[in-house]
């Protein structure tokens, strides 16, 4: 809805000053990496807000992509951004580490604990 993407964009951008804030404070380290690998990210908010206004009426916008074309557009798109956003990723130890603590999770342990609860 076009509104509420707007909305949503400028709750996002309240946020930049807090994450500027960190970078400055550990000294702009990882800065670079970190824009290139979200670039498909700021490009994908600017083409839902612009689809957004273009779409159908009902959901706020001004008709010229009419129901469903708008909501096809939308789908092709956003596995087009999907990709883009993959393929950019920033892999870290960090996520190496999450692998490894993910694999050495027993998921038995925990449906115990759920069924002791009922």
Do not use: C
Request: glycine share 6%; aromatic share 18%; hydrophobic share 45%.
């Amino acid at each position: 809805m076009w509104p509420t993407t707007v909305k949503v964009i400028l709750v996002i951008l309240l946020g930049l000053p807090f994450y500027f804030y960190f970078e400055w404070k550990t000294g702009w380290k990882k800065t670079r990496n970190q824009f290139t690998g979200s670039f498909w990210m700021i490009g994908y908010l600017i083409f839902i807000s612009i689809i957004s206004y273009m779409g159908s009426t009902p959901f706020g916008g001004q008709n010229w992509i009419p129901y469903p074309l708008d909501f096809v557009v939308i789908i092709i798109s956003s596995l087009v951004f999907y990709k883009w956003g993959i393929s950019s990723a920033m892999v870290t130890k960090d996520l190496h580490n999450a692998k490894e603590v993910n694999d050495e999770i027993n998921l038995e342990d925990f449906e115990d604990e759920d069924n002791k609860d009922k």
